[in-house]
C-alpha cells in the first residue's frame, strides 16, 4: 500500500505550545535533542527542574505575601487591641462607630492600591516581565509591613498622635501595591510548565492568592501571646525580603528562556487567527482595540466590576456582620473561622480545574453565580452559626471566581494581551473599590447594619446572569472560545491521526512524534473516560507497531502513566 504524502503544512501553533514540555526517550520514534528543530528545542525547556523549582518557590511567597491585606478580618481586631484610633471614642466605648469606620476606611485604601495596583502592573508585566514583578513586590511588601508594624503605636492612655491616619494608610498602600505585584507574578508561573499542566498552576496560584489572606491570623495570635506588634512585622517583612531575593535568583537563566519561546509560539498562533484558522480563540492575534470591542472583553469587564467588587465588599464588612451577630461575645472565633477557611479552596483546585475542561466557562461561570447568592443571602439572615454555611460558599466562590475568569483572560485573549486586558478590567475594579467604604457607611447610618450592603451584592448578580446565557449561545456557535473545546480538540486530532495511521503501512517520523504527543496530551484531558483511554492507548500501539517496537509495553502495564513514561 502507497504510503500518503506527507501534508505540507505546519503543526498546529496550538499543538506547538502543547508540545513543548515533551522530553522523549531513546526509542526509534523519538527526535533527539539534536535533530529537533530550534522551536522545539526551546519549547523543551519547559517544565524543566530549574523551572519547577521557581513555580514551587513562587507560590510559596504567593501564599504568604500576596493577598495579607485581604485577611482584614484578622488585622483589624490586633489593630484595635493595640490601640489604634482609640482617640476617635470615648472611654466608655472603646469600640466605637466612628472608630470601626476608620477601621473600613484603612482597609478600603489598602485594597483599592491592591486593585489599582494590578492594574498598573499588568500593563507593565507584558514589557517588564516576572523578574521586575518579583523585585518590585519584595520591596514595597517589605517597606509596607514595617511601616505597618512601627507606625500609630501608641502609649498607654495617651489619645494618639495626628499622623497615625497617614501612616497607617501609607503602609496599606505599601502592601496592597507590591501584592499586586505578586499577584501578577503568580499568573506567569503556569507558562513555565507543560501545557497539560497550566490550568491546575494557575488554578492553585489563584487559590493561594485567595489563600494569603490567612496569613493575618497567625498575625493575630501572635500578638495574644504577647508578641507586640512591630517584632511581627518586622520579622515578616524580612521574610519577604528574603524570600523574594531568592526568587528573583531563581527567575534567571532557563525560567526567563521558557517565557521567550513561549511569547514566540504565542506569536505564531496569533498568524494563524489572522489567516482565518478556526483552531483557536477567535480573539487571538488581533489588536487590542479589537478585542476590546467585543462580546467577551464585555463579558469579563462585568464579571470584574460586579464580582470582585463583591469579594472585597465582603471582606472588608466581614468583621461588621459578625459583631453585629453578636462574634465580640466569643472573643472573635468565627472572624477566625473565616480567615482560617479562605485557603481550604486550595484542596479544591483539582475539581475546579476538572469543572472547566469538563464543562467549560459558562458552566462554572454559572457555578459562580450560585455561590455568591449563597453567601449574600445567608449574610442577611441574622444567626451567627448560620453564618458557617456562608463561610464556605463564599471561600469557594472567590477560588473559583478567580480561578475562572484568568482563565477566561488567557485562554479567550492570549498570552500576547493577557497583561494589557486584565490592565484594563482592573483599572476600572480598582475606582469601584473606592465604594466599597461609602456603601457599607451608608449601610450603617440608615439601616444600623450592613444588611443592605447584602441586598446590593445580591442585585449586582444579575447583570452576569443575563450576560452568561449570551455567553453560553455564543460559545456554542465558537467553540473554540470554549476551555471545554479543549477535550474536543484533543478528539477530532486523535480521530485525524488514527485515519491517517489506519491507510500506512509505516508511519514515518513527523507522524509518529504527532500521534504520540497528541496521545499524551488526550490522555490527561480525558481522564476518567476509561473507554477513550483505551483507544488513546491503542493509538500508541499502532504507532510502535509501525516503527517496529513491539507493543508488548502497552499491553503489560495496568498504568497509562507508566505507558507514556517508557515511551516518550
Not at 489604634?84 to 483599592?112: F, I, K, N
Amino acid at each position: 500500500m502507497m504510503k500518503e504524502p506527507v501534508p505540507t503544512d505546519q503543526p498546529d501553533a496550538e499543538d506547538g505550545r502543547k508540545d513543548g514540555g515533551d522530553d522523549l526517550a531513546e526509542s526509534d520514534v523519538a527526535l533527539s535533542s539534536t535533530e529537533a528543530a530550534p522551536e522545539e528545542r526551546n519549547d523543551a525547556q519547559a517544565g524543566g527542574l530549574r523551572q519547577w523549582a521557581t513555580v514551587i518557590l513562587g507560590l510559596l511567597v504567593t501564599v504568604l505575601f500576596s493577598g495579607p491585606i485581604f485577611g482584614w478580618a484578622s488585622w483589624q481586631p490586633m489593630l484595635e487591641e493595640d490601640g489604634v484610633y482609640r482617640d476617635l471614642c470615648d472611654s466608655s466605648e472603646p469600640l466605637c462607630e466612628a472608630r470601626s469606620s476608620r477601621m473600613v476606611l484603612l482597609y478600603t485604601v489598602g485594597q483599592m492600591a491592591a486593585t489599582i495596583g494590578l492594574a498598573v502592573v499588568s500593563f507593565l508585566t507584558d514589557r517588564a516581565g516576572p523578574l521586575f514583578l518579583v523585585v518590585a513586590g519584595g520591596l514595597l511588601a517589605s517597606a509596607g509591613l514595617l511601616v505597618m508594624g512601627q507606625g500609630g503605636q501608641l502609649d498607654e492612655g495617651s489619645t494618639g498622635p495626628a499622623d497615625v491616619v497617614d501612616v497607617l494608610q501609607i503602609a496599606t498602600i505599601l502592601i496592597g501595591a507590591g501584592g499586586a505585584c505578586l499577584i501578577m507574578h503568580a499568573m506567569k508561573l503556569a507558562f513555565l510548565v507543560q501545557p497539560r499542566y497550566f490550568p491546575i498552576v494557575m488554578t492553585f496560584a489563584n487559590c493561594l492568592i485567595d489563600a494569603s489572606a490567612v496569613v493575618p491570623v497567625g498575625f493575630y495570635q501572635s500578638y495574644r501571646m504577647g508578641l507586640s506588634r512591630s517584632s511581627i512585622f518586622g520579622f515578616y517583612a524580612a521574610l519577604c525580603l528574603g524570600l523574594t531575593a531568592l526568587l528573583s535568583l531563581s527567575w534567571c537563566g532557563p525560567p526567563l528562556r521558557t517565557l521567550e519561546a513561549c511569547n514566540a509560539a504565542e506569536l505564531r498562533a496569533g498568524e494563524e487567527v489572522e489567516a482565518g484558522s478556526s483552531k483557536h480563540p477567535r480573539l487571538h492575534g488581533l489588536s487590542v482595540r479589537r478585542q476590546c470591542a467585543s462580546l467577551e472583553f464585555a463579558f469579563i469587564m462585568v464579571v470584574f466590576t460586579t464580582q470582585v467588587f463583591t469579594s472585597n465588599s465582603y471582606l472588608g464588612y466581614n468583621k461588621l456582620l459578625l459583631e453585629s451577630l453578636g462574634d465580640a461575645e466569643t472573643d472573635y472565633a468565627y472572624v477566625q473561622i473565616f480567615t482560617a477557611l479562605l485557603p481550604a479552596s486550595a484542596l479544591l483546585a483539582p475539581l475546579y480545574s476538572l469543572l472547566l475542561s469538563k464543562k467549560g466557562f459558562a458552566a462554572t461561570f454559572f457555578v459562580v453565580i450560585f455561590l455568591n447568592i449563597t453567601w449574600n443571602t445567608v449574610a442577611l439572615v441574622p444567626s451567627l452559626q448560620l453564618q458557617l454555611m456562608g463561610f464556605l460558599a463564599f471561600t469557594n466562590f472567590r477560588a473559583l471566581l478567580f480561578s475562572t475568569a484568568f482563565s477566561f483572560l488567557g485562554h479567550t485573549f492570549g498570552n500576547r494581551t493577557f497583561g494589557t486586558i486584565n490592565g484594563l478590567c482592573s483599572l476600572v475594579t480598582g475606582g469601584l473599590s473606592y465604594l466599597i467604604w461609602p456603601c457599607t457607611d451608608l449601610s450603617q447610618r440608615f439601616f444600623g447594619s450592613v444588611s443592605a450592603m447584602s441586598v446590593l451584592l445580591l442585585t449586582l448578580c444579575l447583570p452576569l446572569i443575563l450576560l452568561n446565557f449570551r455567553l453560553a449561545q455564543f460559545l456554542r456557535k465558537h467553540p473554540a472560545g470554549d476551555a471545554a473545546a479543549l477535550i474536543g480538540l484533543a478528539r477530532a486530532r486523535l480521530s485525524r491521526l488514527s485515519k491517517k495511521l489506519g491507510t500506512c503501512a509505516v508511519a514515518d517520523r513527523d507522524d509518529s512524534l504527532e500521534a504520540l504527543r497528541a496521545a499524551k496530551d488526550a490522555h490527561a484531558l480525558l481522564a476518567g473516560n476509561a473507554v477513550e483511554q483505551t483507544n488513546v492507548l491503542q493509538l500508541v500501539a499502532r504507532v510502535l507497531l509501525f516503527n517496529g517496537v513491539h507493543p508488548d509495553v502497552v499491553e503489560a502495564s495496568g498504568d497509562p502513566s507508566e505507558i507514556f513514561a517508557q515511551v516518550m
